[in-house]
């Protein structure tokens, strides 16, 4: 279930900027090309009610970082991914599997300049709420664009 939230929130990165590379901060072994986001789960599953079993609601944390060797870079993929998850689109399309991002904090950037060179590090740190057993009964389909028409009806007297 766990790997189902990683697996969906990786999806909309991939999905509305293809070209950034995202791993798993647990991996030992040589670290992709800048820039590249890691993930990880830091937190152990809450449940936050007394629901039935099949239908509880459970609450983790995510945390994404975007590492960089340009600072302003790191920022930028940061508050980028911070406004993907409160999106409509992307909230919808998470909420169809049953995931429901609570809250999108940004993380203050930090510098390790230890290694041969320096790495910024920026992120957003996700609370996930997992609804299992989840049914969406409204209408399917993807907004296109939203055209406001403002109209003043007056009365003849």
Do not use: C
């Amino acid at each position: 279930m766990f790997n189902d939230v990683e697996r969906n929130l990786i999806a909309q990165i991939k999905k509305y900027r293809p070209s950034l590379v995202v791993s798993d901060a647990d991996v030992v072994g040589e670290a992709p090309d800048f820039p590249y986001v890691e993930y990880d789960q830091y937190m152990d599953p809450i449940s936050e009610t007394f629901e039935a079993m099949e239908n509880d609601p459970v609450t983790i944390g995510i945390q994404l970082k975007a590492l960089s060797n340009v600072k302003n870079e790191a920022k930028e993929i940061a508050y980028w991914m911070s406004k993907l998850y409160r999106e409509q689109q992307p909230a919808y399309e998470l909420e169809q599997n049953g995931i429901v991002i609570q809250e999108a904090t940004m993380l203050p950037p930090t510098t390790d300049d230890l290694t041969a060179g320096f790495i910024f590090t920026s992120g957003v740190d996700l609370r996930v709420e997992i609804i299992d057993g989840f049914t969406d009964d409204t209408q399917p389909g993807q907004i296109g664009s939203v055209d406001v028409l403002m109209t003043k009806d007056t009365k003849e007297e």
